[in-house]
């Protein structure tokens, strides 16, 4: 022993052995450190794996039986790992970081004593038993159908293979970027354009040529996989000169008969994510949003047409031009209906993109916030129209960052309440009809509902004795005025800014509301309807002004005569079935004067659900219509209670009511003359 | 003429190892290469008779110096071993398809290496 620890090769042993066991260290505690700790990026699996691999390799020749044993199990489940076989869960870390120590210990026997005879046997099953779990099942791509030259399939190791993939499992694009570079300088530039993209994707191979000039240069093409597209990957690699190529899906066997078991196997074998790379075309959003603009204007047409066609009926009776004019108007509305389902249909999205971005950020605030948080993504392959995507990304946003910063427990609290460590949240998208059902649900603390009574006491929004149920109680967390205290953010944290985002969401015709459980869990759900643009509207006469109401905010409408209207606390209201309902008068929401200042017999337009309930007194109800909204100009778009402005079919602007903001008002000024 | 034979292996004690079994042999020099980069780097100053290339490595595979040997017109009549182990089967497939003379697998004995280089250019 004495003679082999002066050995050149054994001196060399110890001091890579310590080298590979800093690098493993290194990754581990990169791992433990970012919050998605359970998935982390493949480049520290890999890192690891390597690591072990060459130890192995090393102790093998060296004869350090112990260590070769040791390194060999841990390569078997770090392989697994990597290979999308074993999924990384709090026991294997633990078992990896027992490991990391078992094999410092034994190299520092050989370091003092020239042996590694310490016993591994507890570790070595430890790692046996991991690895007899089953294995998941991986998806199957072929690869042979990318559109890659055949040369690089032949050079990909199986690592490579399986993280190649891995991203197009993931619905990841991959792109081939060629660059030529000379043989000086070669290696500084790879390592350049390797960080450049590492920021956005993952280097899968670095596959070198010879290229045109083998003699001064070398061509390199690099295979990358990544979320981003291809004008994205141009415009970061824009300064580097290299060449960029998308790597599509090219399916074969195109032609198989409907119907065939073959065809059934094939069509579960490719996920829906790489299909599409083959059968789409990338459109831009602004010529989507050209088109439906000119079916709107059309749908107004249609109005003018169909205005027309009663108008000659009442005039001519069913005349020959009467009758022909109503049925070409008929066919127009269907043809028009179609095309109009038709260019939502191509505005339909899937949600993945936007899933993906709450995903980053919530693991991003709860590394910050130091809790253990698990996300899970379902659905994400549901769709939902582009701009709505838009528009609910922030509402999303913001109910996510209250999961993390309040919902989910810190781990200390968690292990204290005998949950599990790391908390969950679940992001989960369903179709249900013409609508989308987005939930966020942690399993976190709860909202404690009387304590939300309480605040609700304290600040002067129900009365001391108010008797409410749970879901009313819980109704309060979406009133402005509950948001700002900090009281509530401390005990619950659910109060901050929720009125916002019901606000928002009421803006896209959609709806919010939350489940709650003291202790065990909070779950948002967020229905939003999968379109955007044109809506069903009331339309409503008031004095000589004619305003819209979506119609889906609508419960009923009924008319009255002025002995109905009763006043309670300074407000006027009437009785509809047993309940009393605040009612609004639009006159003077909107400060217009009405020509007959007590008609005898009026409108009441019911909107709102809930206990925020209320209802519009308008002259005349016009009819329903579809309208398509359109923005105002900056100069009205401060206007409360506006969404926005439509045509009718008479070529009339009006405006579209934001009945949200109106029942908002019309709540407050109401408390604020109360307590006046 | 005593034979140029260049090693690839990113692990410095492999490559220390293989380098002092080789040069037990009569006749042979070897050159060392800590990585694919060096490799590629290295191999335009000599002229090499072997090269002996780990599969298993950072930046550029071994699969990946075999091809790019095996492609060039300076280097495709240069003889190549691959180091595998004896999990990567499939690697050690395409290893020789893409030209590659020999495989040798991880661990190995002194005389087995000596007896796969002298098979290769003995």
């Given at each position: 022993?004495?003679?082999?620890?002066?050995?050149?090769?054994?001196?060399?042993?110890?001091?890579?052995?310590?080298?590979?066991?800093?690098?493993?260290?290194?990754?581990?505690?990169?791992?433990?450190?970012?919050?998605?700790?359970l998935?982390?990026?493949?480049?520290?699996?890999?890192?690891?794996?390597?690591?072990?691999?060459?130890?192995?390799?090393?102790?093998?020749?060296?004869?350090?039986?112990?260590?070769?044993?040791?390194s060999?199990?841990?390569?078997?489940?770090?392989?697994?790992?990597?290979?999308?076989?074993?999924?990384?869960?709090?026991?294997?870390?633990?078992?990896?970081?027992?490991?990391?120590?078992?094999?410092?210990?034994?190299?520092e026997?050989?370091?003092?004593?020239?042996?590694?005879?310490?016993?591994?046997?507890?570790?070595?099953?430890?790692?046996?038993?991991?690895?007899?779990?089953?294995?998941?099942?991986?998806?199957?791509?072929?690869?042979e159908?990318?559109?890659?030259?055949?040369?690089?399939?032949?050079?990909?190791?199986?690592?490579?293979?399986?993280?190649?993939?891995?991203?197009?499992?993931?619905?990841?694009?991959?792109?081939?970027?060629?660059?030529?570079?000379?043989?000086?300088?070669?290696?500084?530039?790879?390592?350049?354009i390797?960080?450049?993209?590492?920021?956005?994707?993952?280097?899968?191979?670095?596959?070198?040529?010879?290229?045109?000039?083998?003699?001064?240069?070398?061509?390199?093409?690099?295979?990358?996989?990544?979320?981003?597209?291809?004008?994205?990957v141009?415009?970061?690699?824009?300064?580097?000169?290299?060449?960029?190529?998308?790597?599509?899906?090219?399916?074969?066997?195109?032609?198989?008969?409907?119907?065939?078991?073959?065809?059934?196997?094939?069509?579960?074998?490719?996920?829906?994510?790489?299909?599409?790379?083959?059968?789409?075309?990338?459109?831009?959003?602004?010529?989507?949003?050209?088109?439906?603009?000119?079916?709107?204007?059309?749908?107004?047409?249609?109005?003018?047409?169909?205005?027309?066609?009663?108008n000659?009926?009442?005039?001519?009776?069913?005349?020959?031009?009467a009758?022909?004019?109503?049925?070409?108007?008929?066919?127009?509305?269907?043809?028009?209906n179609?095309?109009?389902?038709g260019?939502?249909?191509?505005?339909?999205?899937?949600?993945?993109?936007?899933?993906?971005?709450?995903?980053?950020?919530?693991?991003?605030?709860?590394?910050?916030?130091?809790?253990?948080?698990?996300?899970?993504?379902?659905?994400?392959?549901?769709?939902?129209?582009?701009?709505?995507?838009?528009?609910?990304?922030?509402?999303?946003?913001?109910?996510?960052?209250?999961?993390?910063d309040?919902?989910?427990?810190?781990?200390?609290?968690?292990?204290?309440?005998?949950?599990?460590?790391?908390?969950?949240?679940?992001?989960?998208?369903?179709?249900?009809?013409?609508?989308?059902?987005?939930?966020?649900?942690?399993?976190?603390?709860?909202?404690?509902i009387?304590?939300?009574?309480?605040?609700?006491?304290?600040?002067?929004?129900i009365?001391?004795?108010?008797?409410l149920?749970?879901?009313?109680?819980?109704?309060?967390?979406?009133?402005?005025?509950?948001?700002?205290?900090?009281?509530?953010?401390?005990?619950?944290?659910?109060?901050?800014?929720?009125?916002?985002?019901?606000k928002?969401?009421?803006?896209?015709?959609?709806?919010?509301?939350?489940?709650?459980?003291?202790?065990?869990?909070?779950?948002?759900?967020?229905?939003?309807?999968?379109?955007?643009?044109?809506?069903?509207?009331?339309?409503?006469?008031v004095?000589d002004?004619?305003?819209?109401?979506?119609?889906?905010?609508?419960?009923?409408?009924?008319?009255?005569?002025?002995?109905?209207?009763?006043?309670?606390?300074?407000?006027?209201?009437?009785?509809?079935?047993?309940?009393?309902?605040?009612?609004?008068?639009?006159?003077?929401?909107?400060?217009?004067?009405?020509?007959?200042?007590?008609?005898?017999?009026?409108?009441?337009v019911?909107?709102?659900?809930?206990?925020?309930?209320?209802?519009?007194?308008?002259?005349?109800?016009?009819?329903?219509?579809?309208?398509?909204?359109?923005?105002?100009?900056?100069?009205?778009?401060?206007?409360?209670g506006?969404?926005?402005?439509?045509?009718?079919?008479?070529?009339?602007?009006?405006?579209?009511?934001?009945?949200?903001?109106?029942i908002?008002?019309?709540?407050?000024?109401?408390?604020?003359?109360?307590?006046? | 003429?005593?034979?140029?034979?260049?090693?690839?292996?990113?692990?410095?004690?492999?490559?220390?190892?293989?380098?002092?079994?080789?040069?037990?042999?009569?006749?042979?020099?070897?050159?060392?290469?800590g990585?694919?980069?060096?490799?590629?780097?290295?191999?335009?100053?000599?002229?090499?008779?072997?090269?002996?290339?780990?599969?298993?490595?950072?930046?550029?595979?071994?699969?990946?110096?075999?091809?790019?040997?095996?492609?060039?017109?300076?280097?495709?009549?240069?003889?190549?071993?691959?180091?595998?182990?004896?999990?990567?089967?499939?690697?050690?497939?395409?290893?020789i398809?893409?030209?590659?003379?020999?495989?040798?697998?991880?661990?190995?004995?002194?005389?087995?290496?000596?007896?796969?280089?002298?098979?290769?250019?003995?």
């Amino acid at each position: 022993m004495e003679d082999k620890k002066k050995d050149e090769p054994y001196l060399e042993f110890i001091a890579e052995a310590e080298e590979i066991l800093e690098v493993i260290s290194k990754n581990l505690l990169t791992m433990e450190e970012s919050q998605d700790r359970l998935s982390p990026h493949p480049d520290i699996i890999n890192a690891i794996f390597r690591g072990v691999h060459t130890l192995k390799g090393i102790a093998g020749m060296m004869g350090f039986n112990n260590i070769t044993e040791l390194s060999h199990t841990l390569e078997n489940m770090l392989d697994a790992m990597r290979m999308g076989k074993l999924t990384l869960t709090s026991v294997v870390i633990k078992v990896l970081f027992e490991s990391t120590d078992m094999l410092r210990k034994l190299i520092e026997n050989v370091s003092k004593d020239g042996n590694d005879n310490i016993d591994t046997s507890r570790l070595l099953s430890d790692i046996v038993n991991i690895l007899k779990k089953k294995p998941e099942a991986a998806a199957v791509h072929k690869l042979e159908e990318l559109d890659l030259d055949a040369n690089v399939l032949k050079v990909l190791t199986e690592y490579e293979n399986h993280r190649l993939e891995e991203n197009l499992r993931l619905g990841a694009n991959i792109f081939e970027i060629t660059a030529g570079f000379s043989l000086e300088t070669f290696d500084k530039d790879l390592n350049q354009i390797n960080s450049m993209v590492s920021g956005f994707g993952e280097v899968i191979t670095t596959l070198p040529s010879s290229g045109a000039s083998p003699d001064i240069g070398i061509e390199f093409k690099l295979i990358i996989g990544t979320k981003e597209d291809l004008n994205y990957v141009t415009s970061i690699l824009s300064g580097a000169n290299v060449k960029i190529r998308e790597i599509k899906y090219q399916r074969k066997n195109e032609k198989i008969k409907p119907g065939s078991e073959h065809e059934e196997a094939q069509a579960a074998e490719s996920p829906s994510s790489v299909k599409s790379l083959s059968m789409t075309v990338r459109v831009n959003i602004n010529r989507l949003d050209r088109l439906l603009n000119i079916v709107g204007e059309l749908v107004l047409n249609k109005a003018v047409i169909t205005h027309i066609s009663k108008n000659l009926r009442a005039i001519e009776g069913y005349s020959e031009w009467a009758i022909e004019l109503e049925k070409a108007a008929r066919t127009l509305d269907k043809k028009l209906n179609e095309l109009q389902e038709g260019l939502m249909e191509v505005r339909m999205v899937p949600l993945n993109n936007l899933f993906d971005r709450l995903t980053r950020m919530a693991r991003k605030l709860s590394r910050e916030s130091g809790k253990i948080i698990d996300i899970r993504i379902f659905g994400e392959e549901t769709e939902l129209d582009r701009l709505m995507i838009e528009e609910v990304a922030d509402p999303l946003m913001h109910i996510v960052r209250n999961a993390v910063d309040h919902g989910i427990e810190t781990q200390e609290e968690r292990i204290k309440l005998g949950k599990n460590e790391i908390g969950t949240i679940k992001l989960s998208a369903t179709q249900k009809g013409g609508h989308v059902v987005i939930e966020v649900a942690d399993d976190g603390s709860g909202i404690n509902i009387k304590r939300v009574k309480d605040i609700a006491v304290e600040k002067g929004l129900i009365a001391l004795n108010s008797s409410l149920t749970e879901k009313e109680a819980i109704d309060l967390l979406f009133t402005p005025g509950f948001s700002t205290s900090k009281v509530v953010t401390e005990v619950s944290g659910r109060g901050v800014g929720l009125d916002v985002v019901r606000k928002n969401l009421i803006k896209l015709n959609g709806t919010i509301d939350i489940e709650t459980k003291e202790k065990a869990g909070t779950k948002f759900i967020i229905t939003l309807p999968l379109t955007l643009m044109i809506l069903k509207a009331l339309i409503v006469q008031v004095a000589d002004d004619i305003f819209a109401l979506p119609i889906n905010s609508v419960s009923e409408s009924l008319m009255i005569t002025k002995r109905d209207i009763q006043t309670v606390e300074r407000r006027e209201v009437i009785q509809l079935r047993e309940r009393t309902l605040p009612i609004l008068r639009l006159e003077d929401a909107f400060d217009m004067k009405s020509k007959d200042v007590n008609p005898d017999s009026m409108y009441v337009v019911v909107v709102g659900s809930g206990n925020r309930k209320i209802g519009f007194v308008v002259d005349a109800l016009l009819g329903q219509q579809e309208i398509v909204i359109k923005s105002i100009g900056k100069i009205l778009s401060g206007i409360q209670g506006v969404a926005g402005a439509t045509e009718l079919g008479n070529r009339k602007t009006v405006l579209v009511l934001d009945v949200a903001a109106l029942i908002e008002e019309s709540v407050q000024e109401y408390k604020e003359e109360v307590k006046g | 003429m005593s034979k140029k034979i260049l090693v690839v292996e990113d692990s410095s004690t492999m490559r220390s190892m293989i380098a002092a079994i080789i040069e037990e042999m009569d006749d042979f020099t070897v050159t060392e290469a800590g990585s694919g980069f060096e490799a590629l780097k290295l191999l335009p100053t000599e002229k090499f008779d072997l090269i002996i290339t780990d599969i298993n490595m950072p930046d550029i595979n071994g699969l990946e110096v075999v091809n790019f040997v095996k492609t060039h017109p300076n280097y495709k009549k240069i003889p190549l071993i691959i180091i595998t182990t004896e999990r990567s089967e499939e690697d050690r497939k395409k290893g020789i398809a893409l030209g590659a003379s020999e495989y040798i697998t991880k661990p190995f004995k002194h005389d087995e290496l000596q007896e796969v280089v002298r098979r290769v250019i003995g």
